[in-house]
């Protein structure tokens, strides 16, 4: 059992950044690939990165890749998302999501989720 903490959203101008923060507690958080979702209104939740039990191995959507950054610090049972040069088209809630075993682009391969957080990018 996993309980997960998303932080870090706020309200940016397009081309600046953010760092999302997700947090784990409940259980050895480097036993857990995590990935990172988001979903606009009206629209299907969507894979955004992911990145592996030890942080060697991460995956991005083409839409992000080259602009975000996913890490993780397991002694601080946190991984990160680093959005930088973000666009309107960005502006969701975003979620962290854990599995067991391995990092996986469909939504629902992961057991743990957060409650979200809210990144809004205005042009």
Do not use: H
């Amino acid at each position: 059992q996993v309980q997960l903490v998303e932080s870090g959203g706020g309200q940016v101008q397009a081309g600046d950044s953010l760092r999302l923060s997700c947090i784990a507690s409940g259980a050895t958080f480097s036993s857990y690939a995590v990935g990172w979702f988001r979903q606009a209104p009206g629209k299907e939740r969507e894979f955004v990165g992911g990145i592996t039990r030890s942080g060697g191995i991460t995956d991005y959507a083409d839409s992000v890749k080259g602009r975000f950054t996913i890490s993780r610090d397991n002694a601080k049972n946190t991984v990160y998302l680093q959005m930088n040069s973000l666009k309107p088209e960005d502006t969701a809630v975003y979620y962290c999501a854990a599995d067991r075993v391995v990092v996986s682009r469909r939504p629902g391969t992961y057991d743990y989720w957060g409650q979200g957080t809210q990144v809004t990018v205005s042009s």
